[in-house]
């Protein structure tokens, strides 16, 4: 008998606070957690690790990134203990070798775009966790495809997750006024639609939705991980929206693809 199949799920992770935080975004992933089999793996496509080419983690013990400044001291002191899986990471340099994606033995770890959300989603750390890097060079209809060639790992017992935020302009973010920019609420409002109506040419030329895209995603690093989210989606499968949330100019939109009821 053959494994059932992992969903893939988009979070938007918004402040690394969060993780010190017990809040209604919180709980909502500790939630969704207790909701979750346990996969074999986790393969992580964070916004925060970019690069040139694609890298794959492959360090046993990957160590946790507190890739940020200005916070808290016990932020800092968070620590994501989960082990790797070297081997894993291998057969993903071999199954990318189309994208001649290599494996990164001990140059990167757990960024706060990970172990940020997975710190509720899998409180234990006790399953092997790997990180896809985004690699620079690439157009948003390359990394779709990376996606796409990730998606038999579902049904080996990995779960694909993306960790970014569809709405993500640090420059406009104005933590006094919380309530949604319109321009933010619309472009948000748009995605959301399109990722339950399985429209996804109109979120990979997520530019051409409207005026409101350029102030969404001024740079695509926080939005191209839904893409890889989306690829792997097979076609009798539907996408569901949820924690739908707009916070001035930053959504916490998220997205499951083949979660079961």
Same mark, same amino acid.
Not at 38 to 59: D, F, M, N, Q
Not at 170 to 199: M, S, Y
Not at 236 to 259: C, I
């Given at each position: +008998?053959?494994?059932?199949?992992? %969903?893939?799920?988009?979070? *938007?992770?918004?402040?690394? +606070?969060?993780?010190?935080?017990? @809040?209604?975004? /919180?709980?909502?992933?500790?939630?969704? *957690?207790q909701r979750l089999r346990?996969?074999?793996?986790?393969?992580?496509?964070?916004?925060?690790?970019? /690069?040139? *080419?694609?890298?794959? !983690?492959?360090?046993?013990?990957?160590?946790t990134i507190h890739d940020?400044?200005?916070?808290?001291?016990? =932020?800092?002191?968070? /620590?994501?203990?989960?082990?790797?899986?070297?081997?894993?990471?291998?057969?993903?340099?071999?199954?990318?070798?189309? #994208?001649?994606?290599?494996?990164?033995?001990? &140059?990167?770890? =757990?960024?706060?775009? !990970?172990?940020?959300? $997975?710190?509720?989603? #899998? %409180?234990?750390?006790?399953?092997?966790?790997?990180?896809?890097?985004?690699?620079?060079?690439? /157009?948003?209809?390359?990394?779709?495809?990376?996606?796409?060639?990730?998606?038999?790992?579902?049904?080996?017992?990995? +779960?694909?997750? *993306?960790? &970014?935020?569809?709405?993500? @302009?640090?420059?406009? #973010? @104005? %933590?006094?006024?919380?309530?949604? $920019?319109?321009?933010?609420? !619309?472009?948000?409002?748009?995605?959301?639609?399109?990722?339950?109506?399985?429209?996804?040419?109109?979120?990979?030329?997520?530019?051409?939705?409207?005026?409101?895209?350029?102030?969404?995603?001024?740079?695509?690093?926080?939005?191209?991980?839904?893409?890889?989210?989306?690829?792997?989606?097979?076609a009798d499968e539907t996408?569901?929206? #949820? @924690?739908?949330?707009?916070?001035?100019?930053?959504?916490?939109?998220?997205?499951?693809? &083949?979660?079961?009821?």
């Amino acid at each position: +008998m053959t494994a059932p199949r992992m %969903p893939a799920l988009f979070f *938007g992770h918004g402040s690394p +606070m969060n993780a010190l935080e017990d @809040n209604p975004m /919180t709980r909502s992933w500790t939630a969704m *957690g207790q909701r979750l089999r346990r996969p074999r793996a986790l393969l992580c496509i964070s916004a925060h690790w970019e /690069t040139k *080419g694609v890298l794959i !983690t492959a360090a046993e013990h990957p160590r946790t990134i507190h890739d940020f400044y200005g916070f808290p001291q016990a =932020l800092y002191d968070v /620590t994501y203990p989960a082990p790797g899986d070297p081997a894993l990471a291998k057969a993903l340099e071999a199954r990318l070798a189309p #994208f001649r994606a290599r494996a990164d033995l001990d &140059g990167w770890g =757990l960024d706060h775009g !990970t172990w940020s959300v $997975l710190k509720f989603l #899998f %409180p234990k750390a006790d399953v092997p966790t790997l990180q896809l890097s985004l690699d620079l060079r690439r /157009t948003p209809a390359e990394h779709y495809a990376i996606g796409q060639a990730l998606a038999p790992l579902r049904e080996e017992g990995v +779960m694909i997750l *993306g960790m &970014g935020n569809i709405v993500h @302009n640090l420059r406009l #973010f @104005n %933590p006094r006024a919380l309530q949604p $920019l319109p321009w933010a609420q !619309t472009f948000d409002d748009i995605v959301a639609a399109k990722i339950e109506a399985g429209d996804h040419a109109g979120l990979i030329d997520y530019r051409a939705i409207g005026p409101e895209a350029a102030l969404a995603v001024p740079e695509p690093d926080h939005f191209l991980p839904l893409l890889y989210t989306l690829a792997t989606q097979a076609a009798d499968e539907t996408a569901q929206v #949820f @924690n739908k949330v707009v916070v001035g100019s930053l959504s916490m939109t998220s997205a499951a693809v &083949g979660l079961a009821a």
